[in-house]
């Protein structure tokens, strides 16, 4: 026996090992089962963008009516180089600025319900290489130790593999909530619409592809004479080949008479049967989708009656969204240009400044302070 044997395992210690490594395989299996049905749903949600242009062009206008931002220097001497830096800073492969790396940051949250980027340095030249927007569905967010740590993996080859260093990436969600941490996208509640909707599509096209390709029925009908029935076979072939001539030669352009003898009858195929009219149901559908996304009909060409002030309340409650991600958007841009400031030595910060959403919140504001300037001269006068 040597000086430094191996004890033995007791069995409370076996049984307690045991345990620790059926919670941990737990543990990843319930990451592997998350993983894979946040994957199909985002398959969903792309597929949604892809079949129904509705939804597509919501997402895209409410990225666009965002509006547009300034990154403002505490100190005005750092200014210029914060102007420079978020107009020119790479994104990816393909874009440039810190404008279109927003963009891409709120369609990718609007879609999935979160956002994942990443602010890439350069520990050497102490400057910011360039941004980046990741897949979210390659991510997978879940809650340490304490329920303020946060775990994150990523996704390589069917695996989940823990990110190192998660204090580096930028992350946004989308409505969170204790029984979604990971956010909820916009687009929730949609498929079983869109899936009816598309239905209704699909029939009027095979509709339309019966009825407006039109077909004929070409009846020969012998007369009471004997030799009319004794050939009426050989006539019925006959009429047949013509008739098949004919219409071949006009889908070459050509015009060709038809020209029998007896009583031959034609009708088109399904002429009598009208079309069901799908105008209504379509509306209902619609209606469900505009109201989830929150946009205004007017502004996806759908000729609605509405009145002024309805569209006036519509317009106030799509600015109302607009600021709810605004106030999502605003946080990941100001560390992305402190991030910047810092690298560059700067000893300030900097903050977001966001333009008016439109002219008629101008006029409101401006009317608004006319009002509170009117009412404060005449209570002073009041009080003098």
Wanted: net charge neutral; aromatic share 8%; hydrophobic share 40%.
């Amino acid at each position: 026996m040597g000086i430094f044997h191996k004890r033995r395992k007791t069995d409370d210690e076996l049984s307690a090992l045991s345990a620790v490594n059926a919670d941990r395989c737990e543990e990843k299996f319930s990451y592997r089962i998350a993983h894979d049905a946040g994957y199909l749903e985002s398959e969903i949600y792309d597929r949604l963008r892809e079949n129904v242009p509705v939804i597509d062009a919501c997402i895209e206008k409410i990225v666009r009516l965002v509006g547009d931002f300034r990154a403002v220097a505490d100190d005005e001497r750092w200014q210029d180089e914060l102007d420079r830096f978020c107009q020119n800073v790479p994104v990816g492969i393909s874009g440039r600025s810190i404008h279109t790396f927003a963009d891409m940051y709120l369609d990718c949250l609007l879609t999935y319900g979160k956002a994942v980027g990443r602010v890439f340095t350069d520990r050497q030249r102490l400057c910011v290489r360039g941004l980046y927007v990741g897949d979210p569905t390659l991510y997978h967010i879940t809650v340490g130790k304490t329920p303020l740590d946060m775990k994150v993996y990523g996704s390589h080859s069917g695996k989940l593999i823990p990110i190192s260093a998660p204090h580096k990436l930028l992350y946004t969600t989308l409505n969170p909530s204790p029984k979604n941490p990971e956010g909820v996208s916009l687009l929730r509640g949609l498929p079983a619409i869109s899936n009816i909707l598309m239905r209704i599509y699909e029939c009027i096209g095979q509709n339309f592809e019966r009825a407006g390709n039109v077909r004929y029925a070409v009846t020969y009908k012998p007369s009471s004479d004997a030799g009319d029935k004794l050939y009426a076979k050989e006539r019925a072939m006959a009429i047949a080949k013509e008739w098949s001539d004919g219409m071949n030669a006009s889908r070459n352009g050509v015009v060709k008479d038809f020209i029998s003898v007896g009583d031959v009858d034609i009708r088109v195929i399904g002429a009598d049967n009208q079309i069901i009219d799908t105008q209504v149901p379509v509306r209902q559908l619609l209606e469900q989708i505009v109201a989830k996304l929150s946009i205004p009909p007017f502004l996806l060409g759908l000729n609605w009656s509405t009145t002024e002030k309805m569209s006036s309340q519509q317009a106030d409650i799509l600015t109302s969204e607009l600021e709810y991600y605004r106030r999502l958007l605003t946080p990941v841009l100001k560390r992305v240009c402190d991030t910047f400031l810092r690298l560059c030595g700067a000893p300030c910060g900097c903050s977001i400044s966001w333009a008016n959403i439109n002219l008629q919140d101008e006029l409101a504001l401006a009317r608004a302070r006319l009002y509170n300037a009117q009412a404060a001269q005449i209570e002073g006068k009041e009080e003098g």
